[in-house]
């Protein structure tokens, strides 16, 4: 999943706007309790401080008894117990994705805001080999040691670290509801199917459980990426639609250095496999400033200023330039400075170290975390989606299941097992779960891939017009519109969760 770990972003004008944006848009959040209660209490980034850092022995293999035996690795996972009440409260755990777990938990203030209502216990948990989770050191992405990193792991590191602190923490009879947002949000819902003895119910954000085990049309997630754009000025898709059509042109004229020149790269282009990145590097970028239409400013995966979306289509260097049809192409590559230069600093732009393609086409970020998800995306999580310039914007790039087959072999040595995911965690038949809700933005283009209508009474779906990537977990602003706001009386069911479970126990 789109993923850009660098605050960068905006050439020229664009870093005026933005700067006159991030000086008026003061971060000033209210939390849940004050909006059911009238009681201000402390913003999600006043409480970060109480998390504590701990690490937790952890089982290397728990499938295998032979290769590793009881083997360990220290597990990182952030713990406050600021506002529980200790031994009586629930444990509201964070199943962590693929990243630094302090990146989910300071940008996820509702689940502690919802602490701080409901007396609970909370817990990000850091997902293993990511972050400062890795079980082999330098050498965890070495062949064969990445083998250990699947969901099934994962899923279990969590049970067993629930497990385990609820006996040190006198808590055993506290119920646990999980909490996740994007690939997040898919083990909350895999740890409810899976351990429903340890985990009572889930709150799956943006959580992509369909399209990622290979179900849904391969289009749909840039027709989506299209459409957020589409929705506020339906002209800004033909004007980068011809931006990318006219960079397409000068490359088949093997222009390159005009080429270079309009998207100010620091090496000029000599190759289609150049051109094909530049292409990658490009569509990554409306991909996260659709994903994270913030009503606010951000710096959550990279620096965002309030409505990135219609910031592009406000600003004349952008928008109006793209539909004026005078130079597409610089347009085009000052919209991408949002995403990819928001200092102003860089002269130039390194097509190869600030967007590394992978078996992601959404992007696996930098770093040794895009290792893991590339891995990941290599073996269970199935993503073969394509941009054709018909039903979007963007140059067609097609990602078949054999051009992912051919890739992982070369770069992991692994074949993908295409829907061994639908097959572990049962797809689209859900209809024996219970207790998980389902919330999805119309904003965000990983919704249509996951579960947009309630299932049964338990298997609750709800949409949020307005919202983007997991837009509910992020804490309470005043700038959220009113549909987020309305979305998160999913507190309510949590509450009706946990009170039944503590009624059984009792």
Known sequence: MCRVFVRMAAHGLFLGFMLLIFAGKTETRLSVKEKLNNEVTPSHRDLAPDFKEKYFKQILDHFNYNSLGNGTYDQRYLITDQYWKKGNGPIFFYTGNEGDIWEFAQNSGFITELAAVQGALVIFAEHRYYGKSLPFGKDSFNIPKVGLLTVEQALADYAVMITELKKELEAQKCPVIVFGGSYGGMLSVYMRIRYPNIVTGALAASAPILSTAGLGDSRQFFQDVTADFEKFKPACRDAVQGAFQKLNTLAQQKDYRRIQSAFFLCKTPSTPKDIHQLNGFLRNAFTMMAMLDYPYSTHFMGSMPAFPVKCFLL??????????????????????????????????????????????????????????????????????????????????????????????????????????????????????????????????????????????????AINIPEGAHHLDLRESNPNDPESVIVARKESEIIAQWVQAAMKESS
């Not at 260097?317 to 600093?345: F, H």
């Not at 990983?446 to 298997?459: E, F, Q, V, Y």
């Open 315 to 460: 600003l004349q260097v952008a928008c109006e330039t793209m539909l004026n049809g005078t130079d597409l192409m610089s347009a085009l590559r000052d919209t991408v400075g949002i995403v990819y230069n928001s200092t102003g600093q860089l002269t130039c732009y390194d097509l190869y170290s600030l967007y590394v393609e992978c078996a992601d086409p959404t992007g696996c970020g930098l770093g040794f975390d895009s290792y893991a998800w590339d891995y990941q995306a290599c073996t269970e999580i199935e993503m073969c989606f394509e941009s054709n310039n018909v039903t979007d914007m963007f140059p067609p790039m097609t990602f078949t299941e054999q051009q992912r087959e051919q890739y992982c072999s070369k770069r992991w040595g692994v074949v993908p097992r295409p829907g061994w995911l639908k097959t572990q965690f049962w797809g689209d038949d859900l209809s024996t779960a219970s207790n998980i809700i389902f919330s999805n933005g119309d904003l965000d283009p990983w919704a249509n891939g996951g579960i947009r209508k309630t299932l049964s009474p338990s298997l609750i």
